[in-house]
């Protein structure tokens, strides 16, 4: 794939960041011009595998003892006879790319397809080797990796090649995620090998791998590929800061190492508990040391690392954390728990902060040993996703034939959802750097039943379009964790959601959503429908209306059916609550000798109380027709008005007049004064109302209505 050769700032062909005195080191590097003499000329062989391979055969049964061996041969000769002749810019045989990019695989630990794709990558994109000629030599899943990793030809596509050769590898990818390992090892190559490309185009391919390849390491849990990619993209993208923090690396390696000392009383706490464990010093890579200065502003000695504990099982990790916590000082605001909740990617660890008997605080990392591999090594580690488990069957495509990674992310699927409504290679390429920018995920739960994963951040816009896709456009509320919510309202982790759909088909979003959706899939959505609905992009009322107050011909009546034990005395009921049969209520007599008759319940009783007034006692005679005044609360939306006063008719009542406020949040306020020919009827009426779609709550007048 376009293999570039040395490196940043013209440093050697291999060149990695992390190789600084000090730093962590894995296995020996490889010297690709020895492998380079050993492809052209069949150097010694091991056990009948070429000597150009044999470091990939021995890195790949270190994790797999019983691996096959026999196709990646054929996979080398096919590769090697197929790239003959041709040259990387570094002047190193091309064969040592796909070589190089197999060893990165074998050493995550990667199965033996994945390693025999690997070294096939770039047979069909750069030679005369077809897809079928692959399906025919190592079967259907091999050339379905090296076809998800095949670049599209600009020849045919243009400036749309690339976002739509990615486009391509994620569809690839969500039917089997080793399409995107395979190509991230590529480009961690290419990367180490930049260096002889123009300085512009160095920083085209940084930038790329910065805004998409590197989230996507991320969200596979790959972090060992993550961490490399972010250092040699700093490296060419910020050199002036990568300088800096490469200096001050190399000044700690050389003065003295704070956690080693700590990291031996960790070690002596744990003997003595009985604890089997491996306690190892973690180095900071260098964006992470660069993020930690940013953070604090000035680095401590004990920043340049973590101190990592390997233990055997998930309870030993926890026997770890109580003994760290109660032979040192503990800073709890630094504990979290991704072992209980793990994060989205698969990681899984205890992460905690201690401080040691000199004050110098250390971050601890506490887990497994399946753990560790899985953060480490991510989606690579989990192998063949169509493997059947032990005593089980084979992993079959779906009913329908489409093929399905049972192993697929849930943030992967959303992805592949939105993607299909991005036509357009600009807008897929966008929206896919913004989607991929957000890096953390958080799940909630909805009423009806399961759970939805969506980005931090998210609103009750992204969830509703989550649940119930392009249905979401008549959503008018929500309640979360049981209580009335805007659609603007940010979910946390954990909450429950409850969507509120209008009944009307015609309903749809409001452009004011596009002000607090975080998800790709419910921006294109609304965007699509009010591009298509250019008359009704402010359907939903969410802008301020004026005050509408409509009328009725009802004539007020004076007591409707309230009685006094004051002879000749004017009975009148108060417009601040509302008085009906058979509601508890009392009477105060005004100016005029006038009773005014409130509910128990009203302020006004409390504040005649509290000024002397002798209340009145009032009875209820015959009942008959009375006024009342009703407040509906509902989400704004189109033809509310006309479906709350349809159900008034309907119960046979008459409206006196009515108020609707100006709307606020998408919420908006009717205020109905009635004229009911059965007080009896009030309870049935009050429910009725609650019944219109986009109603959440009938409730009688407190205070004076507006006529």
């Known amino acids: 794939m376009s293999a570039e050769a040395a490196s940043p700032n013209g ?26 003499r050993a492809a052209l000329f069949g150097s010694a062989s091991r056990g009948g595998l070429p000597d150009a391979i044999g470091h990939v055969a021995e890195a790949h049964r270190a994790h797999h003892p019983d691996a096959d061996l026999a196709v990646l041969r054929r996979a080398y000769v096919l590769a090697e006879s197929s790239h003959r002749g041709q040259m990387r810019k570094s002047g190193e045989p091309y064969i040592t790319h796909p070589l190089a990019v197999t060893l990165i695989l074998a050493e995550l630990g990667a199965e033996t397809t994945t390693l025999t794709a690997s070294l096939l990558h770039d047979t069909v994109e750069d030679t005369e080797v077809t897809l079928d000629q692959v399906r025919t030599g190592f079967g259907d899943e091999v050339c379905y990796l090296v076809d998800g990793v095949t670049k599209l030809e600009k020849v045919d596509y ?63 849990g790959v972090q060992a590929l993550k961490t490399e990619l972010e250092d040699l993209a700093f490296a060419i993208l910020r050199p002036e800061e990568y300088e800096l923090t490469r200096a001050l690396i190399a ?45 604090r502003g000035e680095l401590r000695p004990t ?5 990592l504990v390997l233990v055997g099982e998930d309870a030993d990790c926890y026997a770890v954390l109580g003994e760290l916590h109660t032979c040192f000082t503990p800073v709890i605001s630094e504990f979290k728990d991704f072992i209980a909740a793990p994060k989205f990617n698969l990681y899984q660890s205890l992460h905690t902060a201690v401080a040691g008997s000199d004050g110098a605080v250390a971050e601890v990392l506490i887990r497994t040993h399946q753990m560790h591999k899985v953060a480490e090594a991510g989606v690579v580690a989990l192998g063949n996703p169509y493997a059947p488990a032990d005593g089980a069957q084979p992993a079959d495509d779906t009913a329908d034939g489409v093929r399905a990674d049972p192993t697929r ?10 993607q299909e409504s991005a036509p357009d290679p600009d807008t897929f390429w966008t929206t896919l750097r913004a989607d ?15 759970t939805l994963g969506l980005p931090a951040g998210a609103s009750c816009v992204d969830a509703a379009y989550a649940r119930y896709g392009e249905g979401a456009h008549s959503c008018i509320g929500a309640r979360v964790n049981g209580r009335l919510a805007t659609l603007s309202t940010v979910l946390g982790d954990g909450d429950t959601v409850q969507l509120l759909l209008a009944g009307d088909a015609a309903s749809g979003p409001s452009p004011d959503w596009l002000g607090h959706v975080r998800t ?33 011909g009802a004539v007020r009546r004076a007591a409707a059916g309230a009685v006094v034990d004051v002879p000749n005395t004017t009975v009148r009921l108060a417009g601040c609550c509302t008085p009906v049969p058979p509601d508890a209520v009392t009477g105060f007599t005004v100016r005029g000798g006038v009773v005014t008759v409130h509910r128990d319940g009203c302020p006004s009783v409390t504040r005649m109380l509290a000024l002397g007034r002798s209340p009145v006692a009032v009875n209820w005679g015959a009942t008959g027709d009375c006024r009342v005044t009703l407040i509906a609360e509902a989400f704004g939306r189109p033809r509310l008005f006309a479906d709350l006063t349809e159900a008034i008719a309907t119960a046979g009542v008459a409206v006196v007049s009515a108020t609707v406020e100006p709307p606020t949040e998408q919420r908006v306020r009717h205020t109905y004064t009635l004229q009911l020919p059965d ?20 409730s009688r007048a407190q205070h004076p209505a507006t006529a």
Do not use: C
């Open 11 to 36: 440093a050697s062909p291999d060149f990695r960041p992390a190789d600084t005195p000090g730093r962590r080191r894995g296995r020996a590097r490889i010297d690709l011009r020895r492998l380079g």
């Open 158 to 220: 243009g400036a749309a090649a690339e976002p739509e050769t990615f486009r391509k590898m994620l569809v690839a990818t969500g039917d089997d995620v080793r399409v995107m390992s395979i190509k991230l090892a590529d480009r961690l190559h290419n990367m180490r090998t930049l260096g002889v490309m123009r300085p512009e185009k160095q920083a085209r391919i940084a930038k790329v791998t910065r805004d998409v390849l590197i989230p996507l390491a991320e969200r596979l």
């Open 251 to 295: 000044a700690q390696s050389t003065a003295g190492d704070p956690l080693g000392a700590m990291a031996d009383e960790v070690r002596q706490v744990l003997r003595e508990a009985g604890i089997a464990a491996e306690v190892l010093i973690r180095p900071r890579h260098f964006v992470s040391v660069h993020r930690i200065r940013i953070k």
């Open 303 to 307: 920043d340049f690392g973590r101190i």
């Open 409 to 418: 992310p849930g943030w992967l699927s959303r992805l592949l959802e939105w």
């Open 436 to 450: 991929l920018a957000q890096d953390r995920e958080i799940t909630v739960f909805h009423a009806e039943g399961g």
């Open 520 to 552: 790709p899939g419910a921006r294109i959505a609304i965007t699509s429908w009010l591009a298509e609905h250019p008359e009704g992009a402010a359907v939903p009322a969410t802008a301020p209306r004026p005050t509408a107050s409509v009328t009725g």
């Open 679 to 698: 007080a009896a009827g009030l309870p049935a009426l009050m429910r009725s109302m609650r019944d219109v779609p986009g109603v959440y709550d009938v």
